[in-house]
Structure formats: structure tokens, C-alpha cells
């Protein structure tokens, strides 16, 4: 962990509420896909904790969703500012578990840390399908990523409202794999894993004081005991959570 003063080097608007922040300056080491940085933001107290979803030894690309003070600062930053950042906190996922076959299973702007995760994996030589779930057409993201990563028979997007992709939840577009992974609304992991049987990981979304561990505020119960969401996930072995 270190901090580092990085520069914006683009700032693109993708719908209504979400930016793609892409930063970059140097030391931008990162030890699995699913990390996350803590970014300062001047006036207000507490960093913002926001994933990462794709990553080079230069550049660093965070895509995040407008609700509140914070994010609305991020999403003002113009092209040449200066941005101070904490980095790289947490666990990621582990793209070295068995099995040939990943699913990916991404819900609303749970969705970004998959795409770096997806490039690991590709890289690995494994066989990667992504679903990705989103309220209505004006929520989609990163669809068009994910499709020219993967190819286009291997992503499936889907709506509650049935606007963009199929209709209805992300747990009716599961397909076979030997492992799955997963980013998104606490609701929709829950059922994915009520859903499956293969392995499966999962990043976790939750309040975060300081991102490193220190103040133990956001703490979990699992089948192992209190655990530190910032310090010993946000990716957690579904095995070990409790639901």
C-alpha cells in the first residue's frame, strides 16, 4: 500500500449516473484483478473506496457510480488534474482455481472489476462467459467491453424490465462452469449462490472508514470468524460467507 498523487488522464461519461476515470503516473502495481483504491477527495473527511476494473503498469481505470458529495467531485475531474490515491488495497480474485470453465456474474456497477478480472483469466487460458444484470437499458455498462473481449456469444446482458438483452434476473441466465465469480448488489450474489454448485467468489460491497484494515469498520461474520471486508476481501471464498 502506498500513496500515490496520480494525473487524470480521461474522464467519460457512460450513462446518466456512472464515469469511466482513467488515471495514471507511476509504481501502479496490482496483484489480482478485484483490488480496489481509495481515492482522497479535498473537503471531505473519509477517501472513497472504488474498484478497479482495468489496469496497466501506467494506468489505472475506475468506473463509478454518482451518489453523493464525493463521487459528484470525481465525476467534475478534467483531464490534467491531480488526484492523491491510496493504492492497491485488499484481495482480489484468485484466477488460478481449477477448472477450464468461468462464469462471470456482474449486477449494476459491481460490474467493472470483472472486466479486469476477465482479461486475467483470458490470459490463463481459460474459457470466460460473462452475464451481467441491470435494472433497465439506461443502467447497461461496459456491455460493449465485455463483447469485444470475449466475443459475442459469450456475454449475456439482462434487464428486470426486459429494455436491453432478456428480460428478468442474472440467476435466469446462469450457465454450467467450474467456477464462477461474481461482483454486485449483496441480494444478487445471495441467490447466485443459492443457485449453484460450483465454486464460486465473491466481492463484497460495503462502508469503509479507512480501506486498510485499521478500524475494523467494516467487519463481517463468516464460517471463519470476524473478517475485515478492506483487508481480507473484498473477494471472499463462498465457502466461508454467511448468507
Known amino acids: 500500500m502506498q500513496t500515490l498523487m496520480l494525473t487524470v488522464k480521461s474522464n467519460e461519461r457512460l450513462n446518466h449516473d456512472t464515469f469511466s476515470l482513467v488515471l495514471e503516473g507511476d509504481n501502479l502495481t496490482f496483484s489480482a484483478p478485484g483490488q480496489f483504491v481509495n481515492v482522497d477527495i479535498p473537503g471531505l473527511y473519509l477517501r472513497r473506496p472504488i474498484s478497479v476494473c482495468q489496469s496497466t503498469d501506467t494506468t489505472v481505470r475506475l ?15 478534467k483531464q490534467g488534474d491531480v488526484v492523491d490515491v491510496l493504492s492497491p488495497l485488499g484481495n482480489g480474485f484468485d484466477v488460478n482455481a481449477e477448472g477450464k470453465k468461468a462464469l462471470l456474474v456482474g449486477g449494476g456497477v459491481g460490474t467493472p472489476p470483472l472486466l479486469g478480472l476477465a482479461e486475467e483469466l483470458l490470459k490463463k487460458g481459460k474459457e470466460v462467459k460473462a ?36 428480460k428478468g434476473l442474472v440467476t435466469d441466465a446462469l450457465e454450467e462452469c467450474d467456477v464462477l465469480y461474481s461482483c454486485g448488489p449483496l441480494p444478487m450474489m445471495k441467490a ?42 473484498p473477494v471472499f471464498d463462498g465457502e466461508v460467507l454467511i448468507w
Open 63 to 77: 468506473v463509478f457510480k454518482v451518489v453523493g458529495k464525493g463521487t459528484s467531485v470525481m465525476a467534475g475531474y
Open 192 to 233: 447466485v449462490a443459492q443457485k449453484v454448485k460450483c465454486k464460486c467468489y465473491f466481492s463484497l460491497e460495503s462502508r469503509m472508514g479507512c480501506g486498510f484494515g485499521a478500524c475494523m469498520g467494516c467487519s463481517i461474520q463468516t464460517a471463519n470468524g470476524a473478517k475485515r471486508v478492506c483487508k481480507d476481501g
Open 131 to 166: 452475464v451481467l444484470g441491470f435494472n433497465t437499458s439506461s443502467d447497461v455498462i461496459l456491455e460493449k467491453d465485455f463483447r469485444s473481449l470475449l466475443g459475442e456469444g459469450n456475454v449475456t446482458v439482462t434487464t428486470m424490465d426486459g429494455s436491453a438483452g432478456k
